[in-house]
């Protein structure tokens, strides 16, 4: 993609309305503009951090055999009736009526929606257990939104809903999920700690919450340094085998990790001291396991082996994938800009010509544009040098590949690494080689 | 993936409720569940054809140099009565007021948003041309939902819009749009004309509906038979070159083809009575020019040359991806089911065991399904043969292979095409490059 004639608009100037680091640097960037209060477009270069994230979230879900659906974004309210939660959620749900005077509700989550699905279409206990998911809009009212997309009010989500026979079942779908989410941020490219939270609205009585370390997070965290030392990728753990399952958990809720509202201090004592890490975090995952609660209100059940009804047990595992947006970036930039993990970053790299009218930089360019020309941002604009290269730290690409006049000259270009900052002068035919095949210390 | 365990419900009664074939095909193939009137989940074989003929409309839309944003569904209700469309608009906008009492509206299209996000980034005429497009979900509150997503009011739509300098560029911006929309409806399997067509609410003075062929299509239709017979995948026209795309709309609007509404008798006369062609059809595509209708009333301008003020001249330009899944449908079922075209069905094949208590059955099933577990359907469930059948019919998976124990001990399987009732005996290791090395004639 060429710079030049691309819809990648960054700021220079710091956006008085942003309060946090994510923010500003989401707008300076050129990945979202704000529409209306708590609502963003997102541009190109921004569409596609959040179409990485989801395309990682849809793959680990589908490993451990969750199946993705869509459900829409608006609602019947007579569910929500149902359930009993249509008068309980308070005006953070956003109530509409159609021109028939029906309520109607933009979805702020599925779990109605799911159960009555799942209702419809399952109805014996061979067909279990379901994981069902879907990536999806939501909107939540909020009274005060704030900090781009980290509290906006239409969001993207991924929400996932199991049935499972019976409560020991149920938590082996939890661990299942467990494992998903590990793996899914450790993809991502975040350190992300799982802490047992409280249930809150959804209701249950088992509930992890997922938070990503960053020092200007909403809430205080305690935890084990063990846990960051952990590689679930390579543990290949399959999500078949119940017993490595069950050992998997017993292994993470063995590491101390709690935020201030469960912080345990005679526990937290007991660790050693050089392993105690103390920082802030912001939550971009929650799961809950909540049994029958919306199987029996909602009077949804399967025929059991002896033909009786049984309602199943039930969980719901959320992703916020455009809050993880921002809090990505608040947990990996510099005062220069945004520095994207090499899994979700827009483009691979940014080819920076710093002679757009000499011949052998732009026929330097143009070969290296022809690598991956959708994944090599190529930046021909006629600008001065600074403005390039603030610019490519801005915008957070992995590498940047400088073609300048003096090196091109002798077919050589500077490939440096955003994150390190690193350098290193190449042979224009070593580049492609050596992006991919490096690997960060 | 396999049957048993697979969220893909088929439902052997005809739904009362629906009137049309594809409705009724939709939802006993276990594409869809309606969850409010006009409102629909997607189960996974439907989101799987919903994403399939997304990726070959976003492959086709940024082959012209499209880029691809993300606008939200809801909106503010001030840019639309800067453009003078709220009061206009009727009741069919779903009209919503959050707990701050402003006036948001679920965006049944984007002209006002996309000029405003314009206006915002693009500056200078140097910046143009821009096309930007999304595919996103819309509302329009019909007074009666029917025929399932083919009429429905929650839909998934690709809208691009474009911003050119003056009315040539502009028209040049329509070609190729043109071009574009002609490739995305070859790829996905269906033979769809376009036909001149009024501008109506959106306005402007030069527009194309694209109209796919079905019997039971809501328009009447009359067009040249030469038509038909045009490869555009194969011309490889250049879409920077305007003299290529000037000629492409040439040859276009040289073939008669026009709906009952724009109908021309005497144009019609003039046609070689073998080359004329009667049918319906249904709407899934429409282009518009309409210049300066929206730039004006927003005033939004860019900087020309000479410093003054200039109202790029705008287009906009329609694919209705959810109604394309019904639509398809009718235009592609037969009586025992849908007929999927290869490039959007939601499984490439459905591997048929007849067996499921048969060691070389199961055996050779497990076989083939290691070809590509991700698309070949395994229709593992211990059933009637007579029902497996129907739902593979049903279901139209574009092959079926049929593994019996008969034919299973001498290491054979038989291979049916769904679109042609042909079938042929293979061995087992010659099914894949069968299957991918396949022309239909």
Chains 1, 2 share one sequence.
């Not at 004639?5 to 309305?17: C, G, H, V």
């Not at 359930?83 to 028939?100: N, T, V």
């Not at 990503?212 to 952990?230: K, N, Y």
């Not at 921002?326 to 800009?337: K, L, R, T, V």
């Amino acid at each position: 993609m060429r710079l030049s004639s691309s819809f990648l608009p960054t700021i220079k100037e710091i956006p008085s309305e942003a309060q946090i680091a994510s923010h500003r640097l989401m707008l300076r960037a050129g990945l979202i503009r704000q529409t209306a209060s708590g609502i963003y477009a997102w541009l190109p270069a921004g569409l596609r951090v959040l179409r990485n994230i989801s395309e990682i979230v849809r793959q680990e879900q589908n490993a451990i055999g969750a199946q993705e659906i869509l459900m829409p974004t608006l609602q019947s309210s007579d569910l929500w009736k149902k359930s009993g939660r249509y008068d309980a959620y308070g005006p953070e749900m956003l109530r509409i009526q159609d021109r028939h005077k029906h309520d109607l509700l933009y979805g702020p989550t599925n779990e109605e929606m799911i159960t009555d699905l799942f209702g419809q279409i399952v109805k014996s206990y061979k067909e279990l257990p379901q994981i069902l998911y879907h990536i999806q809009w939501k909107f939540r009212d909020e009274i005060r939104p704030r900090f781009g997309v980290m509290r906006g009010r239409e969001f993207l989500m991924k929400d996932a809903y199991s049935f499972d026979i019976d409560y020991d079942k149920a938590v082996i779908t939890y661990y299942k999920m467990m494992l998903s989410y590990l793996r899914t941020f450790q993809r991502l490219g975040v350190k992300v700690i799982p802490m047992l939270a409280d249930t809150g609205p959804i209701g249950g009585d088992l509930s992890h919450e997922f938070i990503i370390l960053a020092p200007t997070g909403e809430s205080g965290v305690f935890f084990d340094a063990d846990f960051e030392e952990q590689d679930w990728l390579n543990m290949q753990i399959d999500s078949e085998d119940e017993k490595a399952l069950a050992n998997l958990f017993k292994q993470i809720t063995q590491f101390y990790a709690a935020t201030d509202e469960k912080h345990d201090k005679s526990r937290w004592d007991q660790i050693p001291q050089a392993r105690r890490r103390e920082g802030r975090g912001i939550e971009v995952g929650q799961i809950f396991y909540f049994g029958t609660k919306y199987t029996q209100s909602m009077d949804i059940a399967v025929i059991g082996s002896d033909g009786n009804k049984i309602y199943p047990h039930m969980g719901s595992y959320g992703i916020g994938v455009s809050r993880l947006v921002g809090a990505i970036i608040e947990s990996s930039h510099d005062e220069n800009g945004i520095i994207w993990p090499d899994s979700i970053a827009p483009f691979k790299a940014c080819i920076i010509n710093l002679g757009v009218k000499d011949e052998a930089c732009v026929s330097i360019c143009e070969k290296l544009h022809q690598i991956d020309p959708e994944n090599f941002l190529y930046d021909d604009r006629d600008e001065r040098a600074g403005s390039k290269f603030a610019d490519a730290d801005l915008m957070g690409h992995p590498w940047q590949i400088i073609v300048g006049p003096r090196s091109a000259s002798k077919n050589k270009v500077e490939v440096k690494r955003r994150k390190t900052g690193e350098r290193i002068e190449l042979d224009v035919e070593e580049v492609a080689n050596y992006i991919s095949n490096y690997n960060d210390r």
